[in-house]
């Protein structure tokens, strides 16, 4: 079903903080672009609906989100893509982003599914922890059969007991007959949810690894939630990329 072998790549941070982070990882994803002459497509959440507390940051909501989101891609020329978590916010996400993100836990909703096809962007679903390559035909299927333009899937990891995840990369070819394009989410993937005591954990230091391990399966693009100082992100961090190492990770995909 792939429509071409352009790769993909797709960075920014978990959730918008401030428009300040929003500059500086929108500034660094134009200076890769402009260096290494390949497209970055920008990525931050509105609003984290499925954080493991009730205390944790969520983002600063859909409609201040997504004019900080609109700004951003007016002012850089980046392609925009978030997640949504309910049907009635496909439509006024849709008219900014470029694509549409389901969220892996969202995967199998109908409504969500059939409200983003209906916006004409390209829908991006993730791969939930709990299914199986095979089983991604069907949400894919729900998109394409409700007039979407074109399905990605997403790689994130499978469930491995409690508190944990393990990437098995068979999943990529096998997706592939599904989708326009099959992406490997290198950061989500390093995660170990809900393990950091209230919020989740991850191990960053395997995270270009996920990505070269990706590409030998043959994937066609990579996902990576990007921080400058992930220590201090307020959501992710454990297991989002360091800004700085973004460039370095890149080009060893691309070259």
């Not at 960075?11 to 890769?32: F, Q, T």
């Not at 679903?125 to 333009?149: C, E, H, N, T």
Request: contains cysteine; charged residues 20%.
């Amino acid at each position: 079903m792939k429509n071409n072998t352009e790769p993909v790549f797709i960075a920014g941070p978990c959730v918008i903080e401030s428009r300040e982070l929003l500059d500086e990882v929108a500034s660094e994803l134009v200076a890769i672009r402009e260096k290494m002459g390949i497209e970055v497509i920008f990525k931050a959440s509105f609003d984290k609906a499925n954080r493991t507390s009730l205390s944790s940051f969520r983002g600063p909501g859909m409609d201040k989100g997504l004019e900080m989101l609109s700004d951003i891609k007016s002012r850089y020329g980046l392609r925009i893509t978030t997640d949504i978590h309910e049907s009635v916010q496909a439509a006024p996400v849709g008219q900014v982003v470029d694509i549409i993100q389901i969220p892996a836990f969202l995967c199998r909703q109908t409504d969500l599914l059939t409200a983003a096809a209906r916006t004409g962007k390209i829908v991006n679903i993730k791969k939930a922890q709990f299914l199986s390559a095979a089983d991604m035909r069907y949400p894919a299927a729900k998109v394409l059969d409700s007039g979407g333009s074109q399905v990605w899937l997403t790689e994130r990891g499978n469930s491995f007991g409690y508190n944990n995840l393990v990437v098995d990369f068979r999943n990529i070819p096998d997706m592939a007959p599904f989708a326009s394009k099959v992406v490997m989410d290198c950061t989500h993937s390093v995660q170990r949810p809900g393990a950091g005591g209230g919020k989740t954990a991850g191990d960053r230091k395997f995270v270009p690894a996920m990505a070269m391990a990706a590409r030998a399966f043959g994937a066609d693009g990579w996902f990576f939630e990007v921080h400058p100082d992930p220590d201090r992100a307020l959501s992710d961090g454990p297991n989002m990329l360091p800004l700085g190492e973004l460039a370095g990770v890149l080009g060893s995909l691309a070259g």
